[in-house]
């Protein structure tokens, strides 16, 4: 996957579920939800900090798009598609 340049829009921030505890969200957080360490300028308050699966995460032409809505909406999909079936 070519890598691209972060954004800043947070939508990575927002749509993602995190299932492992993370600052300030011991539970972790469902898809859709704003992470409580992304600040009103959509960066990351605990960056040096995060868990891995943010540190893991790197931003990509496919799936941020060229607006926040067009990476909210890959983002969300990628979520829905890799859901546990129950």
Known sequence: ??????????????????????????GGKIAGTRCINLNKNNRCSVYLKRPSVCAAYSPSNWLCGDSFEAAMRNIAELERATEPYY
């Open 1 to 26: 996957m070519p890598k691209t340049e972060c954004k800043q829009c947070g939508a990575c921030c927002i749509a993602l579920s995190i299932s492992s505890p993370i600052p300030g969200m011991k």
